[in-house]
């Protein structure tokens, strides 16, 4: 358990800095949206740019893994958001909430705790995983956020100011664009890789000190309502305990794979919610509260949760 609070520390330590900056007038009330803009608009998009262009074909083409992996996490991303669409909340809101719910913490938590359990291999799956969603489930969550936001109009009208909203959108275009790199073999020159690592580096911590920032102006409000602790509940144990459980049957009754691949894969959907549906929640003006409250809980939570999963693969 130790090993996974000394990894989880530094994020809560992020999101205390930037409460504290706030609360104390280390930062102003414009901070949370500017910071929030620069992940948006450079430092995500340059890791989800970097992650796929500096990749190889051969170094993410495991299809068991992917499968399994990604089926859970769409899955439990298609529950959440019809869920939230029954309880007559906005498309733009259940894509937010579904992304809680099957949006895993791949970067900060997935490396270094799969680092520490498997070596250098345990690099691989959580590669992969970082790919699938940082960028096809979150792109997915993009576009029906999209979709949902643009009125007026016919039908066609509202398609084509999505479409075009789409297209100019830095977080589509990146993974569009380290996929070309990807396929065409071309290896980036050095001065930008470095770039691409400084720049993408910043997008978690920004991300984390943002989250901070906007508990600290929303402390004094009263919203934690009976509603709000219900869908934090569900969220949180749809991301904890459903999305690894349907992997692990994927992974393991379904395909048989790997003792490696199958308890990375569960190991990797088991992890807490990641900072990306509150930046898009931020972003875009929908309810960033309870999916910033995900994380927090999901978080805490994967201490102990993540721990008893360690124990198990050891015997």
């Not at 290896?187 to 508990?215: E, I, M, R, Y």
Request: hydrophobic residues 55%; neutral net charge; contains cysteine.
């Amino acid at each position: 358990m130790l090993s996974t609070l000394f990894i989880v520390l530094p994020i809560f330590a992020l999101i205390f800095a930037g409460w504290a900056a706030r609360r104390f007038g280390a930062l102003g009330p414009t901070a949370l949206r500017e910071i929030n803009r620069f992940v948006v608009y450079l430092a995500l998009p340059a890791l989800m740019f970097d992650v796929i262009a500096t990749s190889t074909i051969e170094q993410i083409w495991l299809p068991g893994f992917i499968l399994a992996y990604s089926t859970g996490c769409f899955s439990i991303f298609i529950v959440a958001v019809l869920i939230r669409l029954k309880q007559k909340a906005a498309l733009a809101d259940a894509a937010v909430d579904g992304l809680s719910a099957g949006y895993a913490n791949t970067a900060y938590m997935g490396f270094p705790l799969l680092l520490a359990v498997y070596g250098e291999p345990g690099l691989t799956p959580a590669l992969i995983a970082s790919i699938l969603t940082v960028t096809i489930i979150f792109c997915f969550a993009l576009v029906l956020i999209e979709c949902s936001i643009q009125t007026g109009g016919n039908a066609f009208q509202i398609a084509r100011k999505a479409t075009l909203s789409l297209i100019s959108n830095p977080l589509l275009i990146a993974p569009a664009a380290g996929a070309v790199v990807l396929l065409s073999g071309f290896t980036l020159p050095s001065p930008v890789t470095s770039f691409l690592d400084l720049l993408g580096s910043a997008a978690s911590p920004c991300a984390l000190v943002a989250l901070g920032l906007f508990f600290a102006e929303s402390s004094d409000k009263q919203e934690g309502t009976s509603a709000s602790i219900v869908n934090v509940t569900w969220l949180t144990v749809l991301k904890l305990f459903i999305q690894p459980f349907i992997t692990w049957v994927l992974a393991g009754p379904v395909l048989n794979l790997p003792p490696f691949l199958l308890y990375s894969s569960v190991f990797i959907a088991a992890m807490p919610t990641g900072t990306g549906p509150f930046m898009l929640a931020e972003f875009y003006g929908r309810n960033a509260r309870l999916s910033g409250q995900v994380i927090l809980v999901s978080t805490i939570i994967s201490i102990l949760t993540l721990s008893i999963f360690l124990q198990w693969i050891e015997h």
